[in-house]
């Protein structure tokens, strides 16, 4: 019997979703099925998935103020981190930083891995359109590789208003573009 690590592995708890989405225009383009543990865990049993090392979804913590940013990535790496505690044979997790805001995304960083003992952090290809490669970000990715930290980096929407006039969900038609980007 295999064992299989899942490394894209999304959580949407209320607290993410009613700060970052719109149940009517969905981040994505598609709206995903209330989120909870016993859900969670009842789809990785049914999977055959051994560990699922979770993380947030597009749009991130950040939509536009950096208190509320700093505040949602805290409330999601804790509950993170919780979902470790209680069932560590199931569950790791990749902290989520309130980029771009650098100074909070730093604090976000050492609370996550230091205290929260999390295994790693997740950003987006592009942070509110600024890409990950912006030289803003260098204090970050500096610290980064300082740390030697596990980063997962997951696709988000394209910042270009031409990529609604397909009216396709962003999964569908630029999630790898941005990636590449």
């Known amino acids: 019997m295999s064992f299989t690590v899942d490394v894209h592995h999304h959580i949407l708890p209320d607290v993410f979703w009613r700060a970052t989405n719109d149940a009517h225009s969905p981040v994505g383009g598609i709206l995903p099925a209330p989120w909870s543990k016993e859900a969670t865990l009842s789809y990785m049993d049914d999977a055959g998935i051994g560990v699922a090392i979770t993380s947030i979804s597009t749009p991130?913590?950040?939509?536009?103020?950096?208190?509320?940013?700093?505040?949602?990535?805290?409330?999601?790496?804790?509950?993170?981190?919780?979902?470790?505690?209680?069932?560590?044979d199931r569950f790791g997790g990749f902290a989520a930083l309130p980029l771009p805001d650098i100074d909070g995304a730093l604090r976000a960083l050492e609370y996550g891995l230091d205290v929260l003992k999390l295994d790693g952090v997740v950003l987006f290809s592009n942070v509110r359109g600024i890409y990950l490669g912006d030289t803003r970000f260098r204090p970050l990715f500096d610290e980064l590789e300082r740390r030697g930290a596990v980063v997962f980096v997951h696709p988000m929407s394209?910042?270009?208003?031409?990529?609604?006039?397909?009216?396709?969900?962003?999964?569908?038609?630029?999630?790898?573009?941005?990636?590449?980007?």
């Open 158 to 181: 394209s910042p270009d208003p031409a990529a609604r006039s397909l009216r396709l969900p962003d999964s569908l038609i630029d999630f790898t573009a941005d990636t590449t980007r």
């Open 60 to 88: 991130g913590v950040h939509v536009g103020d950096d208190s509320a940013a700093r505040d949602l990535a805290r409330r999601v790496n804790e509950l993170s981190a919780e979902l470790i505690q209680e069932r560590p």
